[in-house]
């Protein structure tokens, strides 16, 4: 059966890095049996500019209808002065929260290739596979009361709100638990249980679930130490699970870990299988337009896609190998980039995939 997969490219680099992962599917469809069917929305500052709506009703009915959706990425300085609810960034968050993807898997893995591009030592990183399971559609992203105002002083005041409820953690951590259960039976959730009312529920329902999942060992850190130890010995984790926001702001640190945020895909889950799949990193405006970003997590994203959502594990494993050949024959876009190795554009980067995967 032929499945759908909306391009969503955004803005900055989105569009320069969707198109070199546009060109691995096709070489995917045309020599490898991948049977897909591709289509292209608006999103983000893109979609303002032309219908005045980050996320346009034809691009979320394209999107539902979609089998999987590829996202490049948002944002951009030309937007960041609108009203928070036009801004690019409200446009991803509510794709998030309408196609209901609460579950967002961000593998950090070091390459062996790019242990020398880590900003850590290399026997610090050396082998390192970390999965960073982040709640995606609650906490203090989505909670209310959220808003701005004046305090009776007449002083400008704004507030937000962390909330969960026990089904959106038991959801996350069923989820993180079966990630860990494949993996290495090692969970750790991450919280401020000690500081926090939501933490200390989140911690109660993940040691509730733990009785569960008899395999998988549980520990739990509080996010200030986890952030700590994320740089001092990351490879003593195994699975992650953490909120909404406490997963963003790690991701980013893990990222860094394997040498650039440019190499760090991510896979969003719906309860059903269906996934929108983007890199980590945003729409990086200082590079944007001159060929320097890496486009290997939007490559990698793809691979995710493959395995979670097109049912072809086999074509995720070739892409992936496809990567590290690229690093293997020397090829490294600027962020990645050493003294012996020499600037790759992210076309030349999204090319030798292509052609190691013909
Ligand atoms: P960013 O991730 O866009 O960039 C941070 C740094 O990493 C920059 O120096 C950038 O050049 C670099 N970088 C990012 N991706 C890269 C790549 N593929 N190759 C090489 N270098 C790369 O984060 P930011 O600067 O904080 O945010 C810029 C805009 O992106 C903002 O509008 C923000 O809201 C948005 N954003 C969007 C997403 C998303 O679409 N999912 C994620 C994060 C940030
Ligand atoms: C990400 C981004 C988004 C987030 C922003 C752009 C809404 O930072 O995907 O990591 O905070 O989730
Ligand atoms: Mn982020």
Redesign the pocket.
Same mark, same amino acid.
């Not at 996202?71 to 300085?77: E, H, K, M, S």
């Given at each position: 059966m032929t499945s759908r997969i909306l391009v969503m490219p #955004? *803005? #900055? &680099?989105?569009p320069e890095?969707c198109r070199e992962a546009v060109r691995v599917l096709d070489v995917l469809a045309a020599d490898h049996g991948l049977d897909i069917e591709l289509d292209e929305a608006l999103v983000?500052g893109a979609a303002i500019d032309v219908e005045g709506d980050p996320l346009p009703e034809s691009s979320l009915a394209a999107a539902r209808e979609a089998d999987a959706v590829l996202?490049? $990425?948002?944002?951009?300085?030309a937007?960041?002065n609108l009203e928070r609810a036009k801004r690019?960034?409200s446009g991803?968050l509510r794709l998030r929260s309408e196609l209901g993807l609460f579950a967002n898997l961000r593998p950090a893995i070091l390459y062996p290739q790019l242990a020398h591009a880590s900003a850590l030592k290399p026997d610090v990183v050396s082998g390192l596979d970390i999965m960073i399971v982040r709640e995606l559609t609650g906490g203090i992203y989505f909670g209310k009361p959220a808003g701005t105002g004046r305090t009776e002083a007449g002083l400008r005041e704004a507030w937000n709100t962390m909330r969960y409820d026990e089904a959106e953690i038991e959801r996350i951590g069923r989820t993180a638990f079966e990630i860990a259960r494949a993996r290495g039976h090692r969970l750790c959730s991450v919280d401020k249980a000690n500081v926090l009312d939501v933490s200390q529920l989140w911690r109660d329902v993940m040691n509730e679930l733990a009785g569960e999942y008899d395999d998988v060992e549980l520990t739990h850190m509080y996010v200030d130490n986890a952030a700590m130890q994320l740089v001092r010995a990351p490879k003593q984790f195994d699975t992650v699970v953490t909120t909404n926001l406490f997963g963003d702001i790690l991701s980013?640190a893990a990222a860094m870990l394997t040498g650039?945020? #440019?190499m760090l895909p991510s896979a969003s889950m719906d309860a059903n299988g269906k996934g929108l799949y983007?890199? &980590?990193? #945003?729409? $990086? /405006? *200082?590079?944007a337009g001159q060929g320097?970003?890496? /486009?290997l $997590? &939007?490559i990698l994203s793809v691979a995710m896609m493959l395995r979670y959502t097109l049912d072809r594990g086999d074509l995720a494993d070739k892409v992936e190998a496809a990567v590290g050949y690229a690093l293997d024959r020397g090829l490294r876009?600027?962020?990645i980039m050493d003294d012996e190795t020499q600037i790759a554009s992210t076309q030349e980067m999204g090319g030798a995939i292509v052609d190691m995967l013909r």
């Open positions: #955004g *803005d #900055g &680099v989105g890095i983000g996202f490049g $990425a948002i944002g951009g300085p937007w960041d690019p960034e991803l980013d650039s945020i #440019g983007e890199p &980590v990193h #945003g729409s $990086a /405006p *200082d590079i320097l970003a890496n /486009p $997590a &939007v876009t600027r962020d």
